[in-house]
């Protein structure tokens, strides 16, 4: 794999090969496999899918009865912090979308402010998360324009 093959999947994938990335997929672009390197590519990726919670899925993620005592502690916390407050309005409207990052943010503001509740969050963080596979189509879309070839 050549230099501006690798720029154009690091391109593709967001971030930079790791070395053992770049030691497996060298021979997939020399043979021109895509389908596997869009595999390899693919390993662990994840996203947000759109995903509203609720009271309800709060108490269904997080059991009982540790769903009810964080509710209650964020409940608590909004007495004193609007945005946490408001906050709590999206849940217990079942509206929360956990698929906006500043929704997540929020959430993982809610470690710093309630740090016994830490698992809980992160737990309640990956509802929703759905893989987020690259396509062997955006793959050889990328390869064809790094190697000069035609591309439809």
Do not use: C
């Amino acid at each position: 794999m050549n230099a501006s093959e690798q720029a154009a999947l690091e391109g593709l994938i967001g971030r930079s090969l790791t070395a053992d990335e770049v030691g497996a997929i060298g021979p997939l672009v020399l043979a021109r496999n895509d389908v596997e390197a869009a595999a390899l590519l693919s390993a662990g990726r994840t996203k947000h899918g759109p995903t509203q919670i609720g009271i309800g899925t709060v108490v269904a993620v997080l059991g009982d009865p540790r769903g009810g005592k964080f509710l209650d502690a964020v409940d608590v916390l909004g007495e004193t912090d609007r945005t946490v407050y408001w906050g709590m309005d999206a849940v217990r409207r079942g509206v929360l979308d956990l698929s906006v990052p500043a929704a997540r943010g929020s959430m993982t503001t809610l470690k710093e402010k309630i740090p016994e509740y830490v698992g809980e969050i992160d737990l309640l963080l990956q509802v929703g998360v759905v893989p987020d596979p690259i396509s062997f189509d955006r793959v050889s879309a990328a390869l064809n324009k790094a190697q000069g070839l035609m591309t439809l």
